[in-house]
Each structure stands twice: as C-alpha cells, then as structure tokens.
C-alpha cells in the first residue's frame, strides 16, 4: 500500500518569513494530492490540492509542487501569519478514492510574532 | 455551511467497558470515515462506509466496530476499552465519486481509557 513520509515534524518561523513542509509517497499510481490544516480544538479542513497532470498550483499565500518523478510534494506559505500556526497534513492517493487516502504523519507550524 | 457532528468532544471511560462514538452529517454525503490521530502517526483509517449497512475494514479495525443505520450517521463501537485506544477519533464525509475528493471532518472526540 501506499506510505507517505512528512517532515519536519515541527516547524518554527518568524512571523512574515516563509515556512515549506515536504512529503515523498511511495506509489507511483497516486494521483492525487491534498493538503489538510488542522487548527487547534478543530478538525482538518482542506486547504489546496494538486493532481499528478499539474506541477504546482497556488491560492493567495500558499502554493504546493509536484514532482512525479521524485514522487515528492510540498506545500510553501508565503508572509507566515499568527493564523498559520497550526497541524499540517499532506496525503496521496488515486482520485476520486477517498477510501486510499494515506495521511503523513503531520508538521505542527508555529508562526512567532 | 456543511456540517459534520460529533456528538461528545471528551470521553473517559475504564478498561472494559462498551464505548459509542456517534457522528452526523448533514451533506447527504454517501461515504462516511472514522480515522485514529496520534501524536507522530498522522491520521489512520479505522473503518469505511460507502452505503447505509454497508462497510469496510480500513487499516486499524482491530478492537473496533461500527454501525451506519442511517445515511447521515455513522457510529464507532468499541465493545471493550483498553488503554492502548486512547486517542483521538475523528469523523469524515465526502460525496461519492467527483473529483474533489475533500473530507470533511468533525471536530474530533478525544477518548481517555483509564
């Protein structure tokens, strides 16, 4: 089955720096990338994805690459705010099958004023 | 706004005894998820169901059962408590097939076995 690496497992920026959290997967059938923020006392939520036909993909301040070859793929925050401070987890698996879904082992942010 | 319930944020229970973890959603969403947070394991799959009474084993079933006798609910049984399933459980949904994919998950049930 499918297995995904995260790291660093803890991450500390300054406040407006840029933070980047890196996952390699090991099935070169995965397709399907997404990005889950879990703030503190919440449940994850989704908050960008990429598939395997596309190799990077932004909204506003946070941008996530591919690289299929490597089978590797990070998530990138611009201008780090408080609000950021938060579990991230990335995850693989074949589109549409959410059942396959394999979670890392998650990074926690800290964003320092 | 879409909504997934968890019906007790915080449980303790003693060693032995029969838990229930109940949770709701109110997407219509076919496919619900229960999953297991640890420190260090990220998030791990207990069980799965695509339909009313229908389900499956995802990577850590062991200790655990479930129940979906209606669309919106899906409840995970633990029929006897140990303290090695202390944790945090989380409940998920998302619609069948598409091309989203998004799980959307409650707000978690952190469970204490003493």
């Known amino acids: 089955g499918e297995n995904v690496e995260q790291h660093p497992s803890t991450l500390s920026v300054q406040e407006g720096d840029s933070a980047v959290i890196k996952c390699t997967y090991s099935?070169?059938?995965?397709?399907?990338f997404p990005w889950y923020k879990q703030e503190l006392g919440k449940g994850p939520q989704l908050i960008i994805d990429i598939r395997s036909n596309v190799g990077e993909k932004k909204d506003q301040r946070i941008a996530v690459t591919l690289n299929k070859t490597a089978k590797h793929f990070s998530l990138h925050i611009t201008e780090t705010q408080p609000e950021d401070s938060a579990v991230y987890f990335c995850?693989?698996?074949?589109?549409?099958?959410?059942?396959?879904?394999?979670f890392g082992s998650g990074t926690q942010l800290t964003v320092l004023p | 706004d879409v909504k997934v319930t968890q019906s007790s944020r915080y449980l303790v229970k003693r060693t032995g005894e029969k838990v229930f973890l109940e949770c709701v959603q109110d997407m219509d969403h076919e496919n619900m998820f229960w999953y297991r947070q640890d420190p260090g394991l990220g998030l791990r799959l207990i069980y799965f169901?695509?339909?009313?009474?229908?389900?499956e084993k995802g990577d850590i079933p062991e200790g655990y059962s479930v129940s979906r006798e209606k669309k919106e609910r899906f409840s995970l049984i633990l029929e006897s408590a140990s303290t090695n399933q202390t944790s945090m459980y989380l409940c998920?949904?998302?619609?069948?097939?598409?091309?989203?994919?998004?799980?959307?998950f409650g707000e978690g049930s952190r469970l204490t076995v003493l």
């Open positions: 998920a949904s998302t619609t069948a097939g598409g091309n989203t994919g998004e799980l959307f």
């Open positions: 169901s695509y339909d009313v009474k229908m389900k």
């Open positions: 099935d070169s059938a995965s397709n399907y």
């Open positions: 995850a693989a698996s074949l589109e549409g099958s959410a059942r396959q879904l394999t």
